[in-house]
Nanobody
Framework: QVQLVESGGGLVQAGGSLRLSCAAS????????MGWFRQAPGKEREFVGT??????????DYADSVKGRFTISRDNAKNTVYLQMNSLKSEDTAVYYC???????????????????WGKGTLVTVSA
């Protein structure tokens, strides 16, 4: 049974930082492209960023709204993907989800939410 468990959310002041973690189990983690998405209150879920699976050079892609502020990394030995969030803004307030997809980079739209597995999310609240 595949499980993705996010952690690290919480309340932070604008301008602050948080690091989210997503621990994966039940799958061969290194074979999966990992993504982060978020859903703000009253809004649709949106793409945040993604990192390729092991073997093609750790490619990443980010939404324009977070580029330069957020960084995705992964530790395949720990089956964990991270989202480092810096210079947080009130508009970053959302539930953040991690997701996993087996499809190779280049074969899919890496910003699509058509992912194979999803976590339950962790809430990030940024106060002004």
């Amino acid at each position: 049974q595949v499980q993705l468990v996010e952690s690290g959310g919480g309340l932070v002041q604008a301008g602050g930082s948080l690091r989210l973690s997503c621990a994966a189990s039940g799958l061969t983690f290194s074979n999966y492209r990992m993504g982060w998405f978020r859903q703000a209150p009253g809004k649709e879920r949106e793409f945040v960023g993604t990192i390729s699976r092991l073997g093609i050079g750790s490619r990443t892609d980010y939404a324009d709204s977070v580029k330069g502020r957020f960084t995705i990394s992964r530790d395949n030995a720990k089956n964990t993907v991270y989202l480092q969030m810096n210079s947080l803004k009130s508009e970053d307030t959302a539930v953040y989800y991690c997701a996993a997809d087996i499809a190779p980079w280049g074969r899919v739209d890496v910003r699509s939410d058509r992912m194979d597995y999803w976590g339950k999310g962790t809430l990030v609240t940024v106060s002004a």
